[in-house]
């Protein structure tokens, strides 16, 4: 429901209310003295509630997620590789691309492409592990240079491991907190969700007597469309796959003079 032409079909629809509202002028004197449906007046009364209860849970769970993400530690550059393309469209790209907490590719300002993480800090233990081997050869066979060399190099692969580990740690901690969080805030926001879908539903499947009906249906899909501009949060996945078609049903049974 979130493409282009869906909003559009929208906007026509909706149009398309508010005219047949206009034309109805010239039937003024029955349409106020015409009745609606109570059981949709009531239903209608219920929307703003759930949409106060749903926008409220959505406001929680979008602070929780963006200051999560906000915090996700960045990996330090000797860990780091420039990426050189999106990580999708290429998989060969060395290492693994880098994260947010709960999710998403890292993005860093400046930079083309999420970076990839080339070094762990498994891997370095075991370069580390084969330098020290090495290390001790070197000085049970007297070779001063080589002992120099691998002395050098154990000093900075422990370097390495430690920033490698360091950071390791510190994601699995903020990733584990930020994940805790979350797991409490994002229920209760898709319960709210679903909760106003249903009345939605609800709304657009009970009868519209009058043109009131007709407008009280037009102003809860317009309600619907506040519930977010991402297309996951607009998408009325159980209950609301023909709410379009039943509205337009409406108008043309306005336009054609009753509510039968």
């Known amino acids: 429901m979130s493409t282009a032409p869906e909003i559009n079909r929208r906007r026509l629809l909706l149009g398309l209310a508010a ?28 929307l703003a509630p759930l949409a106060e209860a749903y926008h409220a849970a959505k406001a929680t769970n979008d602070e929780v997620f963006t200051r999560w993400q906000r ?33 998403g590719f890292l993005w860093r300002k400046g930079d083309d492409h999420p970076r990839r993480i080339v070094v762990k800090s498994w891997r370095v233990y075991l370069d580390l592990s084969h330098a020290r081997r090495q290390l001790r050869k070197a000085k049970k066979g007297g070779s001063t240079a080589d002992c120099l060399l691998l002395e050098e190099e154990v000093t900075r692969l422990k370097r390495l491991e430690k920033t490698a580990s360091d950071y390791e740690q510190r994601f699995k901690e903020t990733a584990k ?16 969700h679903v909760a106003l879908e249903k009345h939605v539903a609800l709304i657009m499947d009970a009868q519209d007597w009058t043109m009131e009906g007709l407008i009280l249906k037009a102003q809860a899909l317009a309600e619907w469309d506040r519930v977010g501009t991402g297309w996951f949060d607009r998408v009325a996945f159980q209950h609301g796959q023909n709410w379009y078609g039943q509205i337009a049903a409406s108008i043309l049974r306005h336009a054609q003079g009753g509510a039968s």
């Not at 915090?71 to 691309?97: R, S």
């Not at 907190?177 to 709210?192: F, I, M, N, R, W």
């Open 177 to 192: 907190l930020a994940k805790a969080e979350h797991s409490q805030t994002q229920p209760v926001k898709d319960a709210a």
């Open 71 to 103: 915090a996700t530690p960045w990996a330090p550059d000797e860990l780091t590789e420039l990426g050189i393309a999106w990580p999708n469209d290429d998989v060969k790209q060395p290492g693994e691309p880098e994260m947010k907490v709960l999710g």
């Open 19 to 46: 005219a047949s509202t206009a034309a109805a002028t010239v039937s003024a004197a029955a349409a106020t003295a015409a009745k609606e449906n109570p059981e949709l007046l009531a239903l209608f009364a219920g």
